[in-house]
């Protein structure tokens, strides 16, 4: 099974940007690539998915929704309070990552989707929608997080910005969608407005409302092209990890844990969620345990850049990015798979 | 003989998640414009703006007049003690059309 | 008939598009992804177009080609004068923004072509040698205006420039290809060898003669992808037009009808060609109509800046852009459609 | 101890379209070499260089001694005057090698 | 023969891209798109090939390696003496030009195999791997005859580095994997984790190690895409090649002959061991005479600036780019085919 | 007001394929930071950056204390005289928080 996972294209092509970097090849991908090939994927699978859920359960899609959320709310603070534990992070350090962790991974979705297909595993639809709800709610529980976090740090020149009034004059002056209070509305429009959510969610739209006919035309280029769309993204993708497991050092061996150990606690809650309590198949119940275990190196860290610029980005990229994907993409999926079978089996 | 005009050049290099904010307040600060370069580089916070290009650093350069520099160096100084990694710094230069950097955009 | 045309998936994503950035989404598309994709649009078109054309009839293919220089060179007269009667803008202003309007957009054109395919409407290919024959009269148009209107103004800066013999120390010392009499031959070959124009012609020789063994393999790449690529063209132009309409306010009320009326003038002109003149079907004629209808966005604006700089580029930009782009791929296709039944029906 | 030597820096901003012609211009004022650098920037002719990219800003930057600046900075005020956006800004720098910036591009 | 290759899309894309720059055209390809196509390229022939290479014989394999390596080892010493005798350039100069004759050029391999496909030619895949090998035996041959080349000319800022004592402290002060003894093996591996030789045999092994029915999903974008994609890179560097061959008067009238006569000499030797050693059919002999005639433009010229640094780039840069690239895939190709036929029919 | 320190600004553009070896130098001599932008351009080993972006020059910018300029200059002249292209070019800015560009890269 973890064979087979290994011996996937999709894998085996993050293993080689991964190795190609520790071998430190001078492979250079152009700056904007995997951004190219990561608005295509969306696009790819919104369309797509929005054309199977136009045919879905309404009750079930609601359902999912709702748990969803329940996730994208939940994980971070479990995370948040576990960082603390750790002693390793200041509060605000552990807001911002524990975001990343509410939130999902595209990349490490598809991954998954490709390594059920191969192995001829069927699934719902309904943790596509999942993974366009979970995008967002993190990053708003990071900002409550952080607003709490500066309360007990109590630092004056922040204290102001969780009590608008404090303040009012600097964060008028020029915290537009800053944090405080009275910019926590910008913050919201942002996290719902992110760039990742509106390709997704805007796809599934038009896959669902479009014309067969229409639809039609477009199944070449986000069907069959897919896949190799996918390698040629985690072969970057690959790379990019590796570059950023070299600040290792500085997150330490007990941060470095968290980035394995979250993705397994997120793993477990998502599989009983979606064997128990949504009753999805092993391949759906797998995809949930993904996104539930899965942590966003795309649409968090700008979003926790404006809201939480206190905090070291480079252990929120290092955890997310270098340590947890690479650990989803190798090792947790199948795990994961492997759970789905025992809970629902 | 072209009469050469001294004015500041006003350099901030950070994250381009920042930079609907900053241009934001440019307006605020009555400069004449901005030019924004593209850029990657190391720093306090670490590696910025790997390969992938999802994580971009931005190089924002600001011609303004001795006299509007001093609020806008203000600003960003507010924006530090926020947290915010910016990295400012200013040079002295000399323009051939002084009144074109001091009128303020629409 | 104007609904199935806003539940064409490429209409929706140019949609998309639009309103991220009215929501002010943190949507970021690569710079260089429209361009790419243009590249690829052009040269899909070209070959496509190209491999038809060469089963077609000369004679129909060369008065086509008459009356598309004629267009070309026609409407930015017509909307030179309109302009200057609008009193909104000087001269020189008038020129730049009317040779937008006598050159051609690719993207309303493709999205016309999938709005007919959509309808199952069938069209000739002539239409297409129209398209690369327009994108360079109006540009030529555009600077025999300029030089007029600087006359008219006698600035006397820029007098010279129209007089050769005036600044000819001046224009020689640093004018290579810029305005003025003895740059003019430059700037003709300027607006001929045009990057698009040569892709788009290029492509066409090649489609026409290359064998029929080697264009078998191109299909895939140039036919089964082309919507899904034209699909993401339109989704990264809808968020660059929303952006530009932010200038509206500095264009106002009387120039932005401009960029409505001008449009349906040059669609009315183009249908009437199509199906009296020429007698293609209705496909066709829709076709001719948007290609006078539509502004270019693409190649003009460039030839603008470096031949009529005394004008201001968000005039032009704006409107082309902004205003009249977003109308033709809403409102106005279905407009000429519906012309077009009429006139040939 | 390295020893530096004074030379000016030329900034240039200005609209991809006019690259080639600066660039033949340069090569008249007997410039050693030039680099460019794409940039996005908002001023009195708005936006420029939107994200599509059609549209772009270049900063071009050229070092040569302060005796040939005039020369070019006048042909550069020639084309302002003819109406061309360029947003012109002189630095003073110090460099290793003086005679690289003296040697004419061929 | 020579026509049906001129009248083959890609050349035809290469041969537009060409005229263009020639004809002055502000036609601009964003900076990035060539690197994004070689990759795809890489990747997509890596994987087809390692595909095949997993069905075929290891002896053969073997053999074929071994004479790759031979070429890449013994072409650049050819070149070399050649050149100090044209007593044109200095011997630093001649190490870093000869080197990119040693390695290969992909896309001039891509156009032979169009170019055979198109004639129906079947051909080995054996020739695939030797593209593989041949990428970095040049680099090391060309650091190699530059230390050489450094002894002869004894220039004291450079001696030390070629006996590491000399200048040990400078050495490791500021110049690892430069150039100098102690820095060899640095290079060593540079050479081997060239960005090119990672991407094309790593997709080779994945090729051959990864599932099938993980391969058969990337089929449509590694094959049938492939050629229009091959296209839009020949087209780029059509202009790219033009553009370069500007600097041909540096270059001179003897040089310049250098360009077209050292890939016929290649050519001759890669045929004969394509026929004669290595038995392959005409198909095959011909790919390995395009292998020895090419040179590289992608992955030497970077490995030259850092380990020869003293050498001119616009040598071999419009060598490499601006001649012999195009006299290859205009003449050469054909050229060597028809060679092949002499040799094996 | 905002009180400004003097640093010293160094600017090196040459070839993307000496970037690696660069930024490890730049370690040695103690920078806290530096900033990378692309860039091509024209010099004496002719055209650098072509279109096809496989050759791109760099433009890199690292702002340290006057007292530490020399070492890395230096370092850059020794490269120089092994033939490695670089334009070096050193200017005086400003900077609000000179503490910032003193703390060596981790
Ligand atoms: N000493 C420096 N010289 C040049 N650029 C710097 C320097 N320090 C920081 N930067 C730039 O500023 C960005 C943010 O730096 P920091 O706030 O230190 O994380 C870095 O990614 C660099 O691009
Ligand atoms: N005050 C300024 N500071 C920095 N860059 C500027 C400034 N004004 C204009 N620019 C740049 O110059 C370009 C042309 O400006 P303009 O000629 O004012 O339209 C703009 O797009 C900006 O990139
Ligand atoms: N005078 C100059 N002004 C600005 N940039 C230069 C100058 N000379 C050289 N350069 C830059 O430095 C790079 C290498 O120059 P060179 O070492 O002269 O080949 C060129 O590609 C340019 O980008
Ligand atoms: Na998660
Ligand atoms: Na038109
Ligand atoms: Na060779």
Known sequence: MSLSSLL???????ALGFIAKLIKSDLRFPPDLAKILSIYLLMAIGLHGGYEL????MMTALNSIMWALILGFGTPIIGYYALILTRKVNPLDAAAISAHYGSVSAGTFLTAVAYLDNLGVTYETYPLIMLA???SPAIIVGLLLAAKARQTLAQPALEGTVSPGGTAVISDDDDHGGHGGNNFAALLRDAFTNGSVVVLIGSMIIGAISTPAGMQKLFPFIDEIFMGVLCLFLFEMGSVAARRIGDFRQVGLVLGAFGIVMPLIGGLLGAVIGAEVLGFSVGGTTLVA???ASASYIAVPPAMRL???EANPSFYLTLSLGITFPFNVIVGIPLYHALAQQLVG | MVTLHPMKLINIITSDALEEKLIASFKKYGVSGFTILRARGEGSSGLEADSSGFDANIHV??????ERVNALLESLERRMLKGYHLTVFVADVQV???????TPLR
């Open chain 1, 8 to 14: 996937l294209p999709a894998v085996l092509f993050f």
């Open chain 2, 96 to 102: 051939i059309t002084p009144e074109k950097f001091t």
């Open chain 1, 290 to 292: 993904v996104l539930a």
């Open chain 1, 133 to 135: 709800v979970m995008e």
């Open chain 2, 61 to 66: 350069k600001v011609i303004m007049p001795a």
């Open chain 1, 307 to 309: 809201a939480v610029p």
């Open chain 1, 54 to 57: 136009a045919k879905s359960d």
